[in-house]
T-cell receptor, first 114, second 106 residues
């Protein structure tokens, strides 16, 4: 079966712009989580969505937001981009994020802010 | 919050050697996962292991939940094993360690 699909794979944006990243989870998985990976901070949790609702949120500013659709696909949005937002953004899907929590990751979106 | 520490931070091996990577976590967790990050950035699942021992080919993992650590064993290493290995403690989200960068030379 298909794995987790993230689009686009690469993005270059200018400071002040906004960006939207997409994640399609494994079929049947209802929980989608987003992580940011930078050389300085490592892998950090952004937020989790389940049944179209944000269920958990990490310690990131309000410029980072997300949503989930009825087919479990998720998008994250970053507004007013800053240079420090340059990172690899990874999406993980799990069956339900609570009873069955084995996480499967997509290939990531590498965002560069110039 | 939970702290996850991995050691060693870097490991250089010759092909054929064996290695042990360690992951310590500071509090009880629901589960523990090991990942291998490939050169393109994708995290590849290795083990989902709350306790006990699992084996998959040349790789095996052991988690001792009561003592709050997990070990990843790589036997007869190959150049394709190179990359960064992460453990992640599963609470209501994944808390990642800082990784072990493994380089295997022919």
């Amino acid at each position: 079966k298909a794995g987790v699909t993230q689009t686009p794979r690469y993005l270059i944006k200018t400071r002040g712009q906004q960006v939207t990243l997409s994640c399609s989870p494994i079929s049947g998985h209802r929980s989608v989580s987003w992580y940011q990976q930078t050389p300085g901070q490592g892998l950090q949790f952004l937020f989790e969505y389940f049944s179209e609702t944000q269920r958990n949120k990490g310690n990131f500013p309000g410029r980072f937001s997300g949503r989930q659709f009825s087919n479990s696909r998720s998008e994250m949005n970053v507004s007013t981009l800053e240079l420090g937002d340059s990172a690899l953004y990874l999406c993980a899907s799990t069956v339900d994020g609570r009873l069955n929590t084995e996480a499967f990751f997509g290939q990531g979106t590498r965002l560069t802010v110039v | 919050g939970i702290q996850v520490e991995q050691s060693p931070p870097d490991l250089i091996l010759q092909e054929g050697a064996n290695s042990t990577l360690r992951c310590n976590f500071s509090d009880s967790v629901n589960n523990l996962q090991w990942f291998h990050q490939n050169p393109w950035g994708q995290l590849i699942n290795l083990f989902y292991i709350p306790s006990g021992t699992k084996q998959n080919g040349r790789l095996s993992a052991t988690t001792v939940a009561t003592e709050r650590y997990s070990l990843l064993y790589i036997s007869s290493s190959q150049t394709t094993d190179s990359g960064v290995y992460f453990c992640a403690a599963d609470t209501d989200k994944l808390i990642f360690g800082t990784g072990t960068r493994l380089q295997v030379f022919p």
